[in-house]
């Protein structure tokens, strides 16, 4: 079964308003979380990083106050896409490990979030 | 930054035949890499995952890969394909100051005809 889940898999939004998406970690504690976007027939672009108990660090070109993470727990992570827009349309996945610093550690992925603002 | 190439965004293979797919990266030190999977409409599932241990990793479904320094690649192979190996399929790197975070290649998608 999943041991990251992602709520919720599909949503539809109306522009302008804001979304949040979940990710939780079922059997174990994620120190770190990573958000991606996917847009269709496209690969996958890290958006940030979402520490527990610490500020995200979002890569470049992406708009902190537009995707706002909140990693309050060690099994929750939320992306919240604020006045989404059309162009925001696209498939969110997040994905977490354990202890970064122990490299052997599987890295899991959610289900995806597949967001549609019309 | 780590970055890696994904050669060829489109493969045809029939039912049975060999399934290659090339994966090269750029770094100056070994990398950790990854091979996933994605059926329509759903998340990725790990195939495979080389971190310097034996070069050659085995992974789920009949797929393995190669880790090759000298010619920075890490391609899949599996020696026969079957219908439900038809999916898109990504290469993904990732080093040790920051384990976890990944850097996806282009991804291939995989057609297995009759």
């Known amino acids: 079964g999943a041991v990251v889940s992602q709520h919720p898999s599909w949503v539809i939004c109306k522009s302008g308003t804001s979304v949040k998406i979940e990710c939780r970690s079922l059997d174990f504690q994620a120190t770190t979380m990573f958000w991606y976007r996917q847009f269709p027939k496209q690969s996958l672009m890290l958006m940030a990083t979402?520490?527990?108990?610490?500020?995200?660090?979002?890569e470049q070109g992406v708009e902190k106050d537009k995707f706002l993470i909140n990693h309050a727990s060690l099994t929750l992570s939320t992306l919240t896409v604020t006045s989404a827009h059309p162009e925001d349309s696209s498939f969110y996945i997040c994905?977490?490990?354990?202890?970064?610093?122990?490299?052997?550690?599987?890295?899991?992925f959610g289900e995806g979030s597949w967001l549609t603002v019309v | 930054a780590q970055s890696v190439t994904q050669l060829g965004s489109h493969v045809s293979v029939s039912e049975g035949a060999l399934v290659l797919l090339r994966c090269n990266y750029s770094?100056?030190?070994?990398?950790?890499l990854f091979w996933y999977v994605q059926y329509p409409n759903q998340g990725l599932q790990l195939l495979l995952k080389?971190?310097?241990?034996?070069?050659l990793v085995k992974g789920i479904n009949g797929f393995e890969a190669e880790f090759k320094k000298s010619e920075t690649s890490f391609h899949l192979t599996k020696p026969s394909a079957h219908m439900r190996d038809a999916a898109e399929y990504f290469c993904?790197?990732?080093?040790?100051?920051?384990?976890?975070?990944?850097?996806f290649g282009s991804g291939t998608q995989v057609v297995v005809t009759p």
């Open positions: 993904a790197v990732s080093d040790a100051d920051s384990w976890g975070k990944l850097q």
């Open positions: 994905s977490a490990c354990t202890d970064r610093g122990f490299i052997r550690n599987t890295i899991y």
């Open positions: 080389y971190t310097s241990a034996a070069t």
């Open positions: 979402s520490n527990e108990g610490s500020k995200a660090t979002y």
């Open positions: 770094s100056s030190v070994p990398p950790y």
